[in-house]
């Protein structure tokens, strides 16, 4: 039985999950990191896709994209195939890197967007990951460090979460 097609549209708000194949690591070190926030900006950048929270666990990565021109659809096969490729010739491996395709939870804005940002962005911190929130500020793996000043990302679009929180940035 085929697959049903995923609910998608121009200003849709994806929350996204990607689990490595039996919830083994799809990280494992901070180059395979590093190419995957490489590859993610990229993507983000050429299919003026809005990115307002990431965070990426050894076995899995959060996302929340805004859809642009590009379908979702799109964004995601550029993302993981072009990581798992990069992977796989890296770590001289074969086969899968993902647990079946992705999970993407379709999210309405104005209730969901700013909790969505905080559980995203609080995953490192509960993956224990980093020890405590001023870590979790330097934390590089993570969009947090973007919204605190810490990391510049061009692609991730900070303005527009801050602005849900205040109308200006205090420091």
């Not at 929270?53 to 050894?58: F, G, V």
């Not at 967007?113 to 609080?122: G, N, P, S």
């Not at 490192?124 to 929130?133: I, K, Q």
């Amino acid at each position: 039985m085929p697959r049903k097609a995923r609910v998608d549209a121009v200003g849709a708000l994806h929350h996204i999950i990607v689990r490595g194949i039996e919830r083994r690591k799809i990280f494992w070190d901070d180059a395979d990191r590093d190419a995957f926030v490489e590859r993610l900006g990229q993507v983000i950048t050429e299919t003026h896709t809005d990115c307002f929270s990431w965070a990426l666990i050894p076995n899995h990565v959060h996302l929340l994209l805004r859809t642009g021109l590009t379908p979702i659809s799109t964004v995601m096969r550029r993302l993981l195939t072009g990581y798992a490729v990069q992977f796989n010739r890296r770590h001289r491996r074969h086969g899968h890197l993902f647990q079946n395709r992705y999970k993407s939870i379709l999210c309405q804005e104005d209730p969901y967007l700013k909790q969505l940002v905080r559980y995203i962005h609080l995953k490192p911190l509960r993956a224990r990951l980093v020890a405590d929130y001023k870590s979790l500020k330097k934390y590089k793996y993570a969009g947090h460090s973007a919204l605190m000043g810490i990391c510049q990302r061009e692609w991730q679009n900070t303005e527009y979460i801050l602005s849900q929180f205040g109308p200006r940035v205090s420091i």
